[in-house]
């Protein structure tokens, strides 16, 4: 099945031409601390196991969306103020998803994207980006679709994009249907409000293997990946008890070893994909020796070199001082 | 089955009393291409799949063994000519070794090792040591026990050592039997005069975990760790391809490409095992560049956080002005 069709079959007996001028929304950027790596289908963006994020509150993207003018040539597409030329990598990837709600082939969009993610954080963008696009479509086309929907909406732009449609924990279930359709982001009711995020940025290069790439390589190639989805299971089953019971300790530890079990996926790929500096390393030994001494922090890394942590309200005075480039976020504030 | 009972089995019918009033044996030390981690046995060091190194030559260790003076109320071990009390650690491993040997509980041995292994050059010297004591336990009692009867005695003081029995390519077989009389050295009849090995040391402090400590944890909470024997195998076929032919590029990625699954599972091992230090990242990274820029030089790690190249002599010069500390061994000269 193609996006389009799937795109089709989810918006079946919905307006397809704009109801409004124009709409806008938010949507939050998300973490995950079971991580998404390795596509069941990759033109559907389906996974091979389920993995589990919290949204980060007032970090996030912002989208403008409206018809353009009749006869424009292509999408007029702007991030941050900027007007972006058709060709460019973030216009390109807007319009390939705007594509799949395209009322026909002539009529054009005007995206005006605005992201309250740091672009200098380490934190990612697309999903929240292509979340906030799924939902401003939603309420320029007066579609009025469930977030279940929505989420589907927004994983054939970006993956991790089916967790952002929702604040706090969100599970994104693997799903086994062929068109994808059970495979959509779940909120979880509860709120952990002292609950905080830290970013450490020790690289803001290009990385070297990209995640799509990467994980092809790991389904491929990587001999160890058919322990993956058993073991995304289990660390799905310690996360929700976790935030069941506010036990930050599982929580952390959960998320450093599910992290780590992801990079040693990476790492005995074929050829290796190794996303860690020197840096990195430094920063995991200096979270292993900020516990030793007392001070209740983990980490989590996504595919990158940078190093977010994960502690209380409680602990940040301890981890601001030991992690002072760290940018902080309390996802339930 | 104990070690004593292997040993037993292994000397049934040879003279149990020596010889000879000393004997003096030497064995090298040696590099694994494709790694060893994870016992099927514990007391008997049985590994779980089979491992391919090669020795390196002139560094090792020289062990002259002899009866002690009758009524001595301990073995007499001293290394690189210093003795060591009884309770040292090394004393008590050769000692432990001694006893599958021992006439009589109140017979007592004279040790003496000196390793030619440079103590700061990052190559272990347990393997060389127990392979040496075997040999020279073999020529004290007049054995005359065959090579891979002496690999297995050797095993059992340490694994690895069970490839040091014999020069150049040796691998190691994982057998199937529970007295592990099957788990012997069995070396190549290959010889690569200008294969080079390069150490290059970036700390010499206690690893924060023990390989056997190590081995344990990956063996029973690894994920990833029933993926490891089906990997060996296959690096193996493509270590002996490379060895017969040669090639390089195919033992040089190949070996790399082993290391990294085995620290892949040691950072999956739940808690995680992380040898790598930043100075580690960085020469792994180090040497990916001088590869790009065409210096013909793989690298492969043990359980610990120096960096070994392995490189052809033509590359010596290149290699030796990008890593000037490196230590550099030519295992067939």
Redesign the interface.
């Known amino acids: 099945m193609t996006p389009r069709e799937a795109a089709d079959l989810l918006l079946a007996g919905r307006p397809r031409v704009p109801a409004v001028a124009a709409a806008e929304a938010y949507a939050p950027a998300n973490i995950a601390l079971a991580k998404y790596w390795g596509k069941r289908d990759e033109a559907l963006n389906l996974p091979t196991a389920p993995s589990l994020s919290v949204s980060l509150g007032p970090l996030g993207s912002h989208v403008r969306l409206s018809a353009a003018e009749p006869g424009a040539a292509h999408d007029g597409v702007s991030l941050n103020g900027a007007p972006l030329g058709p060709e460019t990598a973030f216009a390109r990837r807007a319009s390939a998803w705007l594509d799949l709600v395209r009322p026909d082939p002539d009529f054009r969009f005007e995206l005006q994207a605005r992201n309250t993610v740091p672009t200098a954080a380490g934190f990612a963008s697309s999903a929240s980006g292509f979340a906030a696009l799924a939902k401003a479509a939603d309420a320029l086309f007066g579609w009025n679709l469930p977030m279940e929907s929505l989420s589907v909406l927004a994983r054939l732009g970006s993956g991790s994009a089916a967790r952002s449609l929702a604040d706090g924990f969100v599970e994104w279930r693997a799903g086994e249907r062929a068109d994808g359709m059970d495979s959509f982001g779940v909120p979880l009711p509860e709120r952990w409000p002292s609950l905080r995020v830290g970013a450490c940025v020790l690289s803001s290069r290009e990385k070297p293997v990209g995640s799509r790439e990467g994980m092809r390589r790991s389904v491929s190639s990587c001999?160890?990946y058919?322990?993956w989805p058993?073991?995304v299971a289990?660390d799905l089953a310690a996360l929700r008890s976790a935030i069941a019971n506010r036990d930050m300790a599982l929580l952390g530890a959960t998320a450093?070893?599910n992290c780590?079990?992801m990079?040693?996926?990476m790492?005995?790929t074929?050829?290796?994909i190794?996303y860690?500096?020197?840096?990195?390393?430094?920063t995991?030994?200096a979270v292993w020796a900020a516990r030793e001494e007392g001070v209740p922090v983990w980490f989590t890394m996504d595919a990158g070199p940078n190093v977010k942590l994960l502690f209380e309200e409680a602990a940040e005075p301890a981890v601001r001082s030991r992690f002072p480039g760290a940018t902080v976020v309390a996802p339930f504030a």
């Open positions: 001999p160890f058919g322990g058993g073991l289990r450093e070893a780590l079990a990079h040693a996926l790492l005995a074929r050829p290796p190794l860690a500096l020197p840096e990195t390393l430094g995991v030994r």
